[in-house]
T-cell receptor, first 113, second 123 residues
Framework: LAKTTQPISMDSYEGQEVNITCSHN???????ITWYQQFPSQGPRFIIQGYKTKVTNEVASLFIPADRKSSTLSLPRVSLSDTAVYYCLVGAPSDSGNTPLVFGKGTRLSVIA | NAGVMQNPRHLVRRRGQEARLRCSPVKGHSHVYWYRQLPEEGLKFMVYLQKENIIDESGMPKERFSAEFPKEGPSILRIQQVVRGDSAAYFC?????????????????????FGDGTRLSIL
C-alpha cells in the first residue's frame, strides 16, 4: 500500500478556500485516492474519492495531476464546522472489492472566525 | 452516522477484566472492519470479517483479542484480560461487499461507513 504524506496541521479563516495536498509518490497503477474527515469523538466520514484528473461533489473537489503522485483536497468557503482531521488514503481494491483502509496521522484543520 | 451502530460508546474496565465491543453494520452490509485509534493518531486496522468468516486479522494481536461476525446479530470485538495499553477508541466500519464473479476486480474501493466508536478506558 502506498504511503501518504500530508501536513500535520493547517489554519484557515472562515469563508476561505482550503487546499490540503497529499503526497503519494509510490502510488500503484490500480490505486485509488480517498479522503475522509473525522470530527472529535466521531468516526471518519467519507468525503471524496478519485483515480485521476478532477472529481467534484457537493462537499469538496479532488485534484489529481497526471502523474498521480499527489492529490489536493479543496474545500470551498470553509466554516467553523469544517474544523476536523482530514485523512488521505491510497489503496487498491481487492478482488472482492473491499480493502482494509490504511490511515496516516491526517491533517488537523482549524477554522478560525 | 451512515447507520453503523456501536455500543457502548464508553466502556470502563479494570485491568484483568474482559471488554466486549459491539457493532451493528449498515443494514444489508456484509463486511465489517475493526480499527483502533490512539490519541492524536490515525486509525489502525485490526480485523476484517464477512458473515461468519474472518478474512484478514493481520492487525489484531494474537493474544487476548478475538472478533466474530455471526450469521445473526452484531459483530463483537472481545478483549480478554485487559491492560492499560488497551485504552483507545475502537471503530467499526461496514461496506456492502462486491458481488461480482470470482476474480473480477472492482473498479474502486467501496467507501466504508464508520460508527462513532467505543472509547475503552482501563483503570
Amino acid at each position: 500500500l502506498a504511503k501518504t504524506t500530508q501536513p500535520i496541521s493547517m489554519d484557515s479563516y472562515e469563508g476561505q478556500e482550503v487546499n490540503i495536498t497529499c503526497s503519494h509518490n509510490n502510488i500503484a497503477t490500480n490505486d485509488y485516492i480517498t479522503w475522509y474527515q473525522q470530527f472529535p469523538s466521531q468516526g471518519p466520514r467519507f468525503i471524496i474519492q478519485g483515480y485521476k484528473t478532477k472529481v467534484t461533489n457537493e462537499v469538496a473537489s479532488l485534484f489529481i495531476p497526471a502523474d498521480r503522485k499527489s492529490s489536493t483536497l479543496s474545500l470551498p468557503r470553509v466554516s467553523l464546522s469544517d474544523t476536523a482531521v482530514y485523512y488521505c488514503l491510497v489503496g487498491a481494491p481487492s478482488d472482492s472489492g473491499n480493502t482494509p483502509l490504511v490511515f496516516g496521522k491526517g491533517t488537523r484543520l482549524s477554522v478560525i472566525a | 452516522n451512515a447507520g453503523v451502530m456501536q455500543n457502548p460508546r464508553h466502556l470502563v474496565r479494570r485491568r484483568g477484566q474482559e471488554a466486549r465491543l459491539r457493532c451493528s453494520p449498515v443494514k444489508g452490509h456484509s463486511h465489517v472492519y475493526w480499527y483502533r485509534q490512539l490519541p492524536e493518531e490515525g486509525l489502525k486496522f485490526m480485523v476484517y470479517l464477512q458473515k461468519e468468516n474472518i478474512i484478514d486479522e493481520s492487525g489484531m494481536p494474537k493474544e487476548r483479542f478475538s472478533a466474530e461476525f455471526p450469521k445473526e446479530g452484531p459483530s463483537i470485538l472481545r478483549i480478554q484480560q485487559v491492560v492499560r495499553g488497551d485504552s483507545a477508541a475502537y471503530f467499526c466500519a461496514s461496506s456492502p461487499g462486491f458481488l461480482g464473479p470470482p476474480g473480477y476486480r472492482a473498479d474502486s474501493n467501496q467507501p466504508q461507513h464508520f460508527g462513532d466508536g467505543t472509547r475503552l478506558s482501563i483503570l
